[in-house]
Nanobody, 126 residues
Framework: QVQLVESGGGLVQAGGSLRLSCAAS????????MGWFRQAPGKEREFVAA???????YSINSVKDRFFISRDTAKSTVYLQMNSLKPEDTAVYYC????????????????????WGQGTQVTVSS
């Protein structure tokens, strides 16, 4: 039922910007908490940011002043605007949707999300 497709990854120099997009099926964006995760080589999958069905957002401290999550319900799309990119941001970035609609808290662990996109590679060079 819930299908997610990421796009927008690529190779960028340190200090540059990228905008990732996640196209979601149906009313997912307006009913489910939507999250972005990333996974670098040899590391665990890491929560980055999320936006709730209510519009509330949350992001981890290491990206709070650089990355911004938003949504366009008319386009059924969630975005992750990434600014001032650093080499340590290099990872595969995944879009995910909560296990059900109208969640009461923002999940931050991968197991709490029920649907995943295929991932998009972000590489930041020095």
């Amino acid at each position: 039922q819930v299908q997610l497709v990421e796009s927008g990854g690529g190779l960028v120099q340190a200090g540059g910007s990228l905008r990732l997009s996640c196209a979601a099926s149906g009313r997912t964006v307006s009913q489910y908490t939507m999250g972005w995760f990333r996974q670098a080589p040899g590391k665990e999958r890491e929560f980055v940011a999320a936006i709730m069905w209510s519009g509330s957002t949350y992001s981890i401290n290491s990206v709070k002043d650089r990355f911004f999550i938003s949504r366009d319900t008319a386009k059924s799309t969630v975005y992750l605007q990434m600014n001032s990119l650093k080499p340590e941001d290099t990872a595969v970035y995944y879009c995910a949707a909560d296990r059900g609609p109208f969640g009461v808290v923002i999940p931050t662990t991968p197991s709490r999300y029920g649907y995943w996109g295929q991932g998009t590679q972000v590489t930041v060079s020095s």
